[in-house]
């Protein structure tokens, strides 16, 4: 038991028999818990058999043969469950050898039933446990291992026909059985019960055979396992152990030779612990000599380890000192604040009692801190030292330059304390850093406030602009705006921009087809274009193209002159010179076709006097009416060239629409038209020509009853004060085609017209400018559900005052 083989084969064999043990437990419990389980299952289907046979004479086989039977008369042989349960389990079941049933009865009616000991032990325990509906277990009976299931027999009502009084027996019962046994039951007593009994010592010690032939088996198994690891421990383990020993002795020959009678005869651990052994005491002796060494090199280390955290404290400190100033930079407004709060920022760094500022641009005035402390007065060559940049140290005070790389700014003054070290020579560069960071910080402070008032400035003059002008992205996103086009691009828009999308200026207001049709190619020229909005809205807007840095879209200034009111004017304009010049021309037509026309329908109205021909009147009738035609359009001629001076009123608006409802009613009726009026009561009178007014709403009448269709057309006339109180509106409306647009341009031209040859002469609504123009007022015409006149008249004087409470 000395060598390490020994001791492992000895330990490994206790630990295989053990595991051997086990083995053969768990299989011994497993085929008897299996043996267990089958020999449940078959007893539970015999007892599942006698519960249906006892159901089937129960419920289906004895009440048909009461049924065909004499009321006195039973047959015990189709009737009794008992019977026929024990005929076909027990009698007819020749072979026990798979299993036995019985069932028997406390003073059972037949003896050969009654209930021997260990039937009565197994009923006793059902008696005891009232709720025990079934008993299964491995147990021995008659001197032999029997698995048994047995269940309770109790009584029911049906049972006490046979088993209760005897008087009310069947007779056969009493003939065979005679009236002693098996009587005066009550219902749930318990009498008995159903037994079934399989053998099972025979699978027992076939269970035990096999657990020892697994056994055997095992000790085989381990023999030739123990001389197969045997040949391998040696190989792989004690021949490694030797070598290491072999190595031990080797590298430590003093200490190995030292105990030889104590290795002569140990085993392999006892050699390699001697060789450790001496190891470890090699190792202490220079583990003790290493301490020593590092007790002195740690001092070392921890001397320059405070030496360059106080470096790196500092450092901190400075890196931290120019942190600050960049964020009181960013949080200063004035050159106040920034220097109130960095003057005492760098008087904690550098320990001083006293800062001040002196700048080189101001009167001679410090700024100091502590506020109400007065510092000693800067030496007088101060400037020099500022414009030179020169550091002055003395032992109290340090004159720091702060001025950037080509602009002086002011000195810095530190003041330390009388019984302080005063300031550090070694600090030079710092100082001069934190000069030209102070410098750098009150130039970017200055550039900021001069940015910020330049910004003011450009905001205000942008805002102030009338016209709409914005900065706009190449998509038409809106950068910048003033409030006039902010206005113009919410009135415009067609629908509100989502949640953090930017407002576009829509593309009709630029002059494009779609917002989203792809962009042309950009010109680097303005672009100008003259837009036309609904509602007669025009603007002249310009686009600027800016330069794009690379990778950036391009932007561009827009700027919309509204020209809406200059439009209209050259309209007008251009409109009254064509009248002008139209009317000089039909001035003379008229005089020089008015006298042959006379002469005509003189000469016309005596040749009818000596007529005598049909078809001579019929052609002289011809004759006179086309004179007539002619001679009508020679008075709207002279009407158009000469219009008569207009009354200047005033005018009752309402009595005259009236009258022309009246007028027109019987022309709508007649081709089945709709002609409605919507006057207020109050409406104010108006500067206008009632005679010349009349023409104009009867001209404009008429060419609706000829524009709208019979039967569906429908003709509104309507009258309004406007909002500011100052013009009368009144719009003639119909539901027609209404006017082409590229028609729309001349309408009021002279001889121009959309009707039929022979149907109009052109001059109606000319002339209904004409007249207008006369009166002070406005006539225009849109589409809208089909034409819509709207013509706007002066009010008098003190209409509006008197209609606004």
């Known amino acids: 038991m000395k060598t390490l083989k020994h001791r492992f084969m000895v330990g490994l064999s206790v630990s295989m028999v053990a595991l051997g043990v086990f083995f053969a437990v768990v299989i011994s419990m497993n085929l008897r818990d299996q043996l267990v389980t089958d020999t449940e299952h078959k007893a539970s289907l015999v007892l599942s058999q006698v519960e249906a046979m006892q159901a089937y004479v129960r419920e289906v086989l004895r009440p048909v043969m009461y049924d065909r039977l004499p009321a006195d008369d039973f047959v015990l042989e189709a009737m009794s469950t008992s019977f026929v349960t024990r005929k076909v389990m027990s009698d007819l079941n020749s072979r026990d050898d798979q299993f036995r049933y019985r069932r028997v009865a406390v003073g059972a009616r037949n003896p050969d039933y009654e209930a021997d000991p260990f039937e009565r032990m197994t009923m006793e325990r059902f008696a005891a446990d009232p709720y025990l509906a079934r008993l299964e277990e491995i147990t021995r009976r008659d001197g032999e291992e029997v698995y048994m299931a047995a269940r309770p027999v109790r009584f029911e009502d049906s049972c006490l026909h046979c088993h209760g009084d005897p008087a009310k027996a069947p007779k056969a019962l009493i ?3 005679g009236d002693t046994r098996g009587f005066w039951r009550h219902e ?5 019960l159903d037994m079934v009994t399989m053998p099972v010592g025979g699978a027992l010690g076939q269970i035990k055979g096999k657990t020892v032939g697994f056994l055997s088996l095992f000790a085989l198994g381990m023999g030739a396992f123990y001389l197969t690891l045997q040949v391998f421990f040696d190989r792989l383990v004690v021949v490694n152990l030797r070598r290491a020993t072999e190595v031990l002795r080797r590298y430590f020959p003093k200490e190995a030779g ?7 005869d140990a085993g392999e651990i006892e050699e390699i612990y001697a060789g450790i052994d001496a190891l470890a005491s090699r190792l202490k ?10 007790q002195n090199l740690e001092r070392k280390v921890a001397e320059r380890t405070l030496d360059l955290a106080r470096e790196a404290d500092e450092r901190r400190s400075d890196v931290s000192l120019f942190v600050e100033l960049l964020n009181i930079l960013n949080l200063s407004q004035t050159r106040a604040e920034l220097l109130a709060a960095a003057l005492a ?7 001083a009692d006293t800062v001040a500022y002196e700048c080189e641009f101001s009167d001679g005035s410090s700024i100091v801190w502590p506020a109400g402390v007065t510092p000693p007065p800067p030496p007088g060559d101060w400037r020099r030292l500022v414009a030179e940049g020169e550091l002055r140290l003395t032992d109290q005070a340090a004159l720091i330059p702060v001025r950037t790389t080509d602009v002086s ?5 530190l003041y330390f304390p009388a019984d302080g070290p005063g300031p550090d020579p070694e600090a030079a560069d710092l100082y001069r850093a934190i000069g030209q960071q102070l410098g750098i910080a009150l130039e970017n402070l200055d550039a900021i406030n001069s940015l910020l008032a330049q910004n003011v400035l450009l905001g205000s003059i942008f805002d102030g602009i009338s016209d709409p002008l914005a900065l706009i992205d190449s998509a038409s996103g809106i950068i910048l705006a003033n409030e006039p086009a902010r206005e113009l691009a919410r009135a415009l828009a067609d629908t509100p921009p989502l949640p953090g999308q930017r407002p576009r200026l829509p593309a009709r207001l630029l002059g494009e087809p779609s917002s989203d049709a792809p962009s042309s190619p950009v010109a680097d020229e303005p672009v100008f274009t003259t837009v036309s909005l609904d509602g007669g809205r025009s603007f002249a807007v310009t686009r600027y193209p800016l330069a794009a840095p690379a990778g950036q879209s391009r932007r561009f200034v827009v700027y919309a002159r509204e020209n809406t ?5 050259l309209e007008q304009m251009r409109q009254t010179e064509k009248l002008v010049a139209v009317g000089k021309l039909a001035a003379g037509l008229a005089h020089e076709i008015n006298n042959p026309l006379g002469v005509i329908a003189c000469y016309a109205e005596l040749l009818r006097q000596s007529l005598v021909d049909p078809q001579a009147v019929d052609d002289l009738a011809v004759i006179e009416r086309h004179a007539t035609l002619a001679k009508k ?5 002279l009407d158009f060239a000469r219009p008569r001076p207009a009354n200047p009123g005033p005018c009752d608006l309402g009595a005259l629409i009236a009258s022309l409802a009246r007028i027109f009613a019987v022309q709508s009726q007649a081709r089945r038209v709709s002609l409605s009026v919507s006057v207020p009561g109050d409406l104010p009178l108006a500067k206008a020509d009632a005679t010349a007014l009349e023409q104009v709403l009867s001209n404009l009448l008429l060419n609706a009853l000829d524009a709208v269709a019979p039967g569906t057309g429908r003709i509104t006339l309507a009258a309004a004060l406007s909002g500011d109180c100052q013009h009368l509106i009144l719009t003639v409306a119909d539901n027609g085609p209404g006017i082409p647009p590229a028609d729309l341009p001349h309408i009021f031209d002279p001889f121009f017209t959309t009707k039929d040859a022979g149907r109009g002469s052109g001059l109606g609504l000319a002339v209904a400018y004409g007249l207008m123009r006369e009166m002070h007022g406005t006539i225009e015409v849109a589409n809208d559900g089909g034409a819509v006149f709207t013509l706007a008249l002066p009010a008098c004087v003190g209409s509006c005052q008197e209609q606004t409470p």
Do not use: C, Q, S
Request: hydrophobic share 35%; glycine share 10%; charged share 45%.
């Open 258 to 264: 030292e105990t030889p009678e104590k290795t002569a």
């Open 188 to 192: 749930g007593e318990l009498v008995g």
């Open 633 to 637: 359009v020679l008075r709207d001629l």
């Open 285 to 294: 002796e220079a583990r003790e000599k290493i301490e020593d060494h590092a």
């Open 345 to 351: 920022r760098i008087a904690g760094r550098f320990g």
């Open 409 to 413: 700014r002011g000195l810095l003054r």
């Open 175 to 177: 003939v065979r059985y």
């Open 565 to 569: 009111a200059e439009r209209r004017m």
